[in-house]
Nanobody, 113 residues
Framework: QILLVESGGDLVQPGGSLRLSCDASRIQFSRYDMAWYRQAPGKQREFVADISSGGRPTYADSVKGRFTISRDRAKKTVDLQMNILNPEDTAVYYC???????WGQGTQVTVSS
């Protein structure tokens, strides 16, 4: 059963923006801290950002100031607004319920001219 569904991945030019969304309506959304991770080709999956159940965000140094994580309690979604994208941001982006083994299937972000 797929509990987390990501969307919004696309091909974008350097300097552009994308907004990813994670549909978490199948879980007890309000109980969990949520996170975004990413995995580039040939690299390990890495932390991007997370947001506590109370709405407090934290970010990896590599995205701080460019990415914004948010959660919508009514829609049960976790979004990742990504600005000033560069080729190093190219990866599959995954939504994750922190403290569990639950991951989404991923959405591809490609930054290229």
């Amino acid at each position: 059963q797929i509990l987390l569904v990501e969307s919004g991945g696309d091909l974008v030019q350097p300097g552009g923006s994308l907004r990813l969304s994670c549909d978490a309506s199948r879980i007890q959304f309000s109980r969990y801290d949520m996170a975004w991770y990413r995995q580039a080709p040939g690299k390990q999956r890495e932390f991007v950002a997370d947001i506590s159940s109370g709405g407090r965000p934290t970010y990896a140094d590599s995205v701080k100031g460019r990415f914004t994580i948010s959660r919508d309690r009514a829609k049960k979604t976790v979004d990742l607004q990504m600005n000033i994208l560069n080729p190093e941001d190219t990866a599959v982006y995954y939504c994750h319920m922190k403290g569990t083994t639950t991951w989404g299937q991923g959405t591809q972000v490609t930054v290229s001219s």
